[in-house]
């Protein structure tokens, strides 16, 4: 299994937020190539378009207006066509049951947004090192759980 | 007495090739110069056979000499992860340049350089995705599968699926669980 670059879409409405994520993507040493979308109704009316080549990972907010992290990840898992594009959600929230909730509504990601920029690029990292061995070799995606 | 001799470079090539893929005993296809195909996929061996074969005229095979060695590096250690017998009595280090013939340095950092990851750290992904498999499907507990995969305890297992995923093994099961639940009662409503 080849894989030149790995694909990624970012969804978050926070301007700020938006660019110290493609900031910290920017600064990891690996080919990607990265989308931006303000809320989770832009992601989707991208991504249905017919024929729209589909990113391998989504970072989702979870607080987002219009349509949020859990509305865009449920209306993702519906369909069998985004059955290999992992999810990650992010939230400030560390409640397990808000974590457990989320997986269980098919995220393979939880995010626990980090406040400092060196541990956001480092959460990043990790978790863009794993998506790459889900891509390139032969794992077992329906239990890639991932809780950094 | 001399000769002199017209020839056509494109056309000993060719012959040079066919020559060559006859003796390898395989379907294959020359799709123009430079570039031939094979019907179905190589064995390691047989490459190996076929670079010997074109290297006596000089004709290299530029194919991806390493995504091939990762690719051969990738199956040794799912052997390794699913023959478990193999596994208790073999080191990374002793495994993988036996099965591959070449030395543990070399085929280290042509891993790291392609891979994202070390041979180590993809080892024990590969592990712990056999130990999720296990959990799942084959509903074993940890005390078994730490014995089955040759861990040394129970929280050695725990440790390493934590340090993975950041959750437990029971919490993932957890997870696991209440998600076909949710699917089936979903297709039932």
Redesign the interface.
């Known amino acids: 299994m ?1 894989l030149d670059r790995l694909h990624i879409a970012l969804v978050e409405d926070d301007e700020d937020d938006r660019m110290f994520f493609k900031d910290a993507i920017d600064e990891i040493q ?1 080919k990607t190539n990265l989308l931006l979308f303000g809320n989770g109704q832009e992601f989707l009316d991208h991504i249905l378009l017919p024929g729209q080549s589909l990113p391998h990972l989504v970072f989702l907010d979870l607080n987002m207006p219009i349509k949020n992290g859990i509305e865009c990840l449920e209306e993702l898992r519906a369909q069998e066509r985004f059955k290999n594009l992992s999810i990650a959600i992010y939230s400030t929230s560390s409640s397990d049951q808000d974590i ?1 909730d989320t ?4 995220a393979n990601i ?1 995010i626990n947004k980090p406040n400092d920029f060196n541990k956001l690029k480092s959460v990043i990292s990790e978790v ?3 998506n ?2 889900y891509h ?5 995606r329906e ?1 890639f ?4 | 007495m001399k000769f002199y001799l017209k020839y056509d470079m494109d056309v000993i090539f060719r012959k040079t090739l066919e020559q060559q893929l006859n003796n390898l005993q395989v379907a294959y296809k020359i799709n123009g110069l430079g570039e031939i195909e094979f019907l179905q996929s190589l064995s390691a061996e047989k490459v190996k056979e076929l670079t010997v074969l074109l290297s006596v005229y000089g004709i290299e095979i530029i194919n991806d000499h390493k ?1 091939e060695i990762v690719q051969r590096i ?1 199956d040794a250690i ?1 052997e390794m992860v699913l023959d478990t017998s193999s596994e208790k009595n073999h080191k990374l280090s002793e495994y993988l340049p036996n099965k591959l013939g070449y030395s543990y340095t070399y085929l280290s950092s042509l891993f790291s350089e392609s ?3 070390s041979l180590e750290n ?1 080892l024990i ?2 592990r712990i ?1 056999r130990v ?2 296990m959990l ?1 499907h084959e509903k074993l507990t940890l005390s078994q599968i730490a014995f089955e995969l040759g861990y040394s305890s129970n929280a050695h297992v725990s440790a390493q699926f934590k340090k ?4 437990t093994p029971t ?2 099961q ?3 669980k ?2 076909s639940e ?1 699917k089936t009662s979903f297709k039932q409503s």
Do not use: A, P
């Not at chain 2, 993975?164 to 959750?167: E, R």
């Open positions: 080849y690996m457990e997986f269980i509504k098919g939880y863009l090192k794993i790459w061995q390139t070799s032969n794992l077992s239990n759980l991932l809780r950094v | 995504s990738k799912s891979t994202y990851t993809f992904i590969k995705d999720k498999q799942v993975i995923t950041g959750l919490v993932f957890k997870i696991i209440k998600r949710n």
